[in-house]
């Protein structure tokens, strides 16, 4: 099972960095987080830390993340590899994973290169690395459910910007629907702020760990990618 998650992992990566597609969605990603970097050390009670520009990278999330996951499985399923695929010997959690890691990496490369505004903060400040730290847990777990999502959208349509305009409702939806939770009461209040990916962010912003925040970012990601290996699945009895 490994062997296959792994090489799915190596082909879609190298697809990725052969073509100018990751750069480009690298560079947006960081003009954007420069710009929240920016505006959180200008103001007149600058901090120094990263929680500002941390927050305003979950809304960067709604579209990054489906735009950079649309092409995993939308692209196979237009040019039919998929179905070649998944007549070979690999099951559809391995395609699913494979493909996930990917994009994960790609994640993971982009936020190391904001490691540069760490270092400006260390450079001109004194800040405390421990909430730090605990911001870049929180953006890393918030990104991961992220390109989840992204990912089952990509795996409902053969049209690309069809897979990126679901994945982008649905984070949308997810990353507001904390704001109507003061409008409704008791159970359904509590179940609005639950689901909200925000709210679980906003202790990781804080510098807290919550290991609350940090089960429920793993259990939704696995949620997502059992959702889209089993939307695989259903396509052999189609």
């Not at 949308?172 to 179940?191: D, E, V």
Request: proline share 4%; aromatic share 12%.
């Amino acid at each position: 099972m490994l062997r296959n998650t792994l090489a799915i992992t190596w082909k879609e990566t190298k697809t990725y960095f052969s073509s100018p597609y990751a750069f480009i969605i690298a560079g947006v990603f960081l003009a954007l987080t420069g710009y929240f970097f920016v505006q959180s050390i200008s103001g007149p009670l600058p901090e120094a830390s990263i929680r500002n520009w941390a927050l305003g990278s979950t809304i960067i999330f709604v579209l990054w993340s489906p735009v950079l996951t649309m092409r995993l499985l939308a692209e196979e399923q237009k040019l039919g590899t998929l179905e070649l695929l998944m007549t070979a010997p690999v099951r559809d959690s391995e395609i699913v994973m494979g493909k996930y890691l990917a994009a994960l990496l790609v994640l993971l490369s982009t936020m190391v290169l904001t490691l540069f505004y760490v270092g400006m903060l260390m450079f001109f400040g004194d800040p405390d690395l421990a909430p730090i730290f605990v911001g870049y847990l929180g953006l890393l777990l918030y990104g991961a459910a992220t390109l989840a999502v992204g990912l089952l959208a990509s795996s409902f349509s053969p049209n690309q910007i069809v897979s990126a305009v679901v994945g982008f409702g649905v984070l949308l939806l997810l990353t507001l629907i904390a704001q109507a939770a003061p409008l409704t009461q008791g159970l359904t209040s509590q179940l609005l702020q639950q689901i909200s990916l925000t709210d679980h962010f906003l202790d990781f912003a804080r510098g807290i760990i919550d290991s609350h925040n940090i089960v429920y970012f793993v259990v939704f990601t696995a949620l997502m990618l059992f959702l889209t290996s089993r939307n695989l699945e259903s396509r052999r009895w189609r």
